[in-house]
């Protein structure tokens, strides 16, 4: 029979052991309950939070693009001009094009502001005798646009979108037309289209490697063919939201048939520009 103080210090050696297994089950299963709660309350699978549906993304798009091609053409006088090599428009510039979009289920708004202005210096009439003349093309301000998403699956999202062009091409020379040249305007662009992404997890704390791509054409209005393609990566979500970089090409088309004044008479023309670039794109999703 264990005696008063032998059964005391077999109790206390019970209690030691169990203080020292119980910490070393919880040393051994937090880094286990710590993957599965990355950001804690900010863990949007947190019941805690409450989120009400609403979706949003800001972009910011460094981009840098020039006139590929292009070219105005006068058939009463047999003329066709190039933006390049007639008028000069060769340089590339960078811009900073601005996105919002906000929604709730599969339907979104998005405004853009994408200012584009590309200027050519020559001589009139190309001579190099003649006064110093300029060329300007201009594609800048507010686009209003909504999107429907009729596949958000497995990580991939398609759907249809509609735009329209708050602003005009406009394109002014001095250089191949005498009595100070002229000013020529295409009328605002409404396009349809349609929108792809599609993300892979690369990491379990929720880095992924995304791409996405948009095509939009014209209905009415100045003839409008723009596509962009881009890829890159994309941080874990929170209830902070989640961010994304990546790198893309862009290509934009106008196109559109003007009257213009040429010695004193009106004749019709026709005119095309292609603009291009690359861009590097910041994005923020919530």
Same mark, same amino acid.
């Given at each position: 029979?264990?005696?008063?103080?032998?059964?005391?210090?077999?109790?206390?050696?019970?209690?030691?052991?169990?203080?020292?297994?119980?910490?070393?089950?919880?040393?051994?299963?937090?880094?286990?309950?710590?993957?599965?709660?990355?950001?804690?309350?900010?863990?949007?699978? $947190?019941?805690?939070?409450?989120?009400?549906?609403? &979706? @949003?993304?800001?972009?910011?798009?460094?981009?840098?693009?020039?006139?590929? $091609?292009?070219?105005?053409?006068?058939?009463?006088?047999?003329?066709?001009?190039?933006?390049?090599?007639?008028?000069?428009?060769?340089?590339?510039?960078?811009?900073?094009?601005?996105?919002?979009?906000?929604?709730?289920?599969?339907?979104?708004?998005?405004?853009?502001?994408?200012?584009?202005?590309?200027?050519?210096?020559?001589?009139?009439?190309?001579?190099?005798?003649?006064?110093? #003349?300029? #060329?300007?093309? &201009?594609?800048?301000?507010?686009?209003?646009?909504?999107?429907?998403?009729?596949?958000?699956?497995?990580?991939?999202?398609? @759907?249809?979108?509609?735009?329209?062009?708050?602003?005009?091409?406009?394109? $002014? &020379?001095?250089?191949?037309?005498?009595?100070?040249?002229?000013?020529?305007? @295409?009328?605002? #662009?409404?396009?349809? @289209?349609?929108?792809?992404?599609?993300?892979?997890?690369?990491?379990?704390?929720?880095?992924?490697?995304?791409?996405?791509?948009?095509?939009?054409?014209?209905?009415?209005?100045?003839?409008?063919?723009?596509?962009?393609?881009?890829?890159?990566?994309?941080?874990?979500? $929170?209830?902070?939201?989640?961010?994304?970089?990546?790198?893309?090409?862009?290509?934009?088309?106008?196109?559109?048939?003007?009257?213009?004044?040429?010695?004193?008479?009106?004749?019709?023309?026709?005119?095309?520009?292609?603009?291009?670039?690359?861009?590097?794109?910041?994005?923020?999703?919530?």
């Amino acid at each position: 029979m264990l005696s008063i103080a032998g059964y005391g210090r077999w109790s206390g050696r019970r209690c030691l052991l169990a203080l020292a297994l119980g910490l070393l089950f919880f040393g051994w299963e937090l880094p286990k309950a710590a993957a599965q709660d990355l950001f804690g309350i900010g863990n949007p699978g $947190s019941p805690y939070i409450f989120f009400s549906g609403i &979706e @949003g993304e800001a972009r910011i798009t460094p981009i840098w693009m020039q006139v590929s $091609s292009g070219k105005q053409t006068v058939p009463a006088i047999g003329a066709v001009w190039h933006l390049r090599d007639t008028f000069a428009i060769r340089q590339g510039h960078f811009f900073l094009d601005t996105m919002l979009k906000v929604g709730a289920r599969r339907i979104f708004a998005r405004t853009h502001y994408e200012p584009r202005e590309f200027v050519g210096n020559t001589n009139f009439m190309n001579s190099p005798f003649a006064s110093e #003349a300029q #060329a300007r093309l &201009e594609y800048s301000g507010l686009r209003i646009g909504g999107d429907v998403d009729l596949l958000r699956r497995f990580g991939a999202v398609a @759907g249809i979108d509609i735009d329209y062009d708050l602003y005009r091409p406009v394109f $002014s &020379e001095s250089i191949r037309t005498p009595g100070g040249g002229k000013k020529i305007e @295409g009328p605002n #662009a409404l396009t349809v @289209g349609f929108h792809f992404g599609y993300g892979r997890l690369i990491s379990p704390y929720g880095l992924a490697v995304v791409c996405d791509g948009r095509s939009r054409w014209s209905v009415s209005g100045t003839q409008v063919n723009d596509y962009e393609i881009g890829g890159g990566l994309r941080g874990p979500d $929170s209830m902070l939201g989640a961010w994304a970089v990546k790198f893309g090409y862009r290509q934009t088309s106008l196109e559109f048939p003007r009257p213009q004044m040429f010695s004193g008479l009106a004749v019709s023309t026709h005119f095309e520009a292609v603009m291009s670039g690359w861009y590097v794109q910041f994005n923020f999703f919530y």
